[in-house]
């Protein structure tokens, strides 16, 4: 099964759960976990792997696989062009059993899955996201949570601290400043690898 095959086919689509808003009641208790993939394959791996599990009957067993996008307004050659942008580049959620480890085959698929370099854990037990950022997430993409710009002065290297979003109360210095986007990347320490993490002006403050 070739990566091109795998991505064209979106037939699995249409069959697997695609809406992240809807509780799935199936007497099965989940968690949201984070894999990390690829930059620019976030899509893939989120087609990939439904198309995965469905060839090999466990589809039942992933509730959604998300890659949250938001819409962005840009002025290009004076023209306003709408576009859509990765909330988190180089994750995927997904929506699986508690303790994924321990459903032997959907453990070994998620990792064989082209582009997946793992989930956020240790490499034997993947630690599940917080409820709490889970539903930050959700209510973005329902529109109901603003997420305003603000003009602060940041400055290249400087250390702050994420107050929002998946990534809340880690630490982490400055990498890039994009005043127009009003965005950052930071450099974050996860597992004792570093990171990088982009996030807006207002989910951070200075440390």
Do not use: C
Request: charged share 30%; net charge negative; aromatic share 6%.
């Amino acid at each position: 099964m070739t990566e091109e095959t795998t991505v064209q086919d979106s037939s699995v689509l249409e069959t697997a759960p695609d809406d992240p808003l809807e509780p799935v009641d199936d007497g099965i208790k989940r968690r949201w976990y984070a894999i990390h993939a690829h930059s620019g394959q976030e899509g893939n791996v989120r087609k990939n792997l439904l198309m995965m599990a469905e060839q090999a009957g466990i589809l039942n067993l992933i509730a959604n696989v998300l890659v949250p996008m938001e819409e962005v307004a840009e002025i290009k050659s004076g023209q306003k062009k709408v576009s859509k942008r990765k909330f988190f580049p180089g994750y995927v959620l997904v929506h699986l059993p508690e303790h994924p480890e321990r459903h032997a085959e959907l453990w070994h698929l998620i990792k064989d899955v082209p582009g997946v370099t793992g989930f956020i854990g240790s490499r034997t037990v993947p630690v599940p996201l917080e409820d709490a950022e889970v539903n930050a997430i959700l209510e973005e993409l329902r529109g109901e949570r603003e997420r305003p710009k603000l003009k602060v002065k940041f400055e290249h290297g400087e250390r702050v601290k994420i107050i929002d979003g998946p990534f809340a109360n880690f630490l982490g210095s400055i990498d890039e400043m994009n005043q127009e986007r009003g965005k950052l990347k930071i450099m974050v320490e996860i597992f004792e690898r570093l990171t990088s993490v982009e996030v807006e002006f207002w989910q951070v403050e200075k440390v």
